[in-house]
């Protein structure tokens, strides 16, 4: 799968409190052992950790807030658009690791080339789709009004669908969703129950009657 959540600059470096210092003593205050609780070391062993998906919502959120302050001029959240999201997505396909080839290509719809060529990386569709996904939940999260979420715009829609039909003719591949087939193990033997012929109750009543009178005849 793609990584989509790529870091666009360098970590910031890591910054640390300042210690607390006694203006009296002018000695810096450390925290004694003693100062701990039971309690709070309980509660920071059974805190949850967030699952994957969290944090991959988590990180895709941060990737694309730090995307905004260094767009030129710098967005802000409630100035970003449809149009500022599909930027993004197209800033994206330099991090993409799916081959997706071009009409002039002669491995144009072949799932499996036989040879490299020299088509561009991109972001698989599935990959764009997740995302868009991510941060739509994410923008919610954040206080964003779900009338107004960017990432729920038609023009996103019409891209992704986009995206999806030329990968899926450039790639040979086929993203429609697979139909269960019938068991035809169960269908057979549905019919075959079906088809055989049911019991007649008169016969077996004048069957039953007979022989009962002939166990009476027999007695007497």
């Known amino acids: 799968m793609d990584i989509v959540s790529e870091p666009i600059t360098k970590n910031p470096p890591i910054t640390f409190e300042t210690p607390i210092i006694n203006s009296s003593t002018s000695s810096m205050i450390t925290p004694s052992s003693s100062a701990i609780s039971p ?21 895709d ?60 990386l991109r972001q698989a569709w599935g990959s764009l789709d997740a995302l868009i996904g991510r941060l739509r939940a994410a923008y919610e999260e954040h206080g964003g009004r779900p009338e107004a979420n960017p990432f729920g715009a ?15 003719k450039a790639r040979g591949v086929s993203y429609e969703k697979k139909r269960k087939r019938p068991n035809n193990n169960n269908n057979n033997n549905n019919n075959s129950n079906n088809n055989k012929p049911k019991p007649n109750m008169n016969a077996m009543l004048i069957a039953s009657s007979a022989a009962s009178s002939t166990t009476t005849t027999t007695t007497s």
Not at 39 to 59: E, G, H, I, L, M
Not at 87 to 99: A, C, S, V
Not at 154 to 168: I, K, P, S
């Open 39 to 59: 309690a709070t070391t309980a509660d920071s062993v059974s805190t949850p950790t967030p699952s994957r998906y969290r944090n991959q919502k988590r990180r």
């Open 61 to 120: 959120w941060n990737t694309f807030c730090q995307y905004l302050r260094n767009h030129r001029p710098p967005l802000s959240l409630p100035m970003c658009s449809g149009a500022h999201v599909l930027e993004f997505l197209r800033y994206l396909d330099q991090f993409g690791k799916t081959k997706i080839h071009n009409q002039t290509c002669p491995f144009f719809g072949l799932p499996n080339p036989p040879a490299p060529c020299p088509c561009p």
């Open 154 to 168: 038609r023009a996103v829609r019409l891209y992704l669908r986009d995206v999806r039909d030329f990968q899926a």
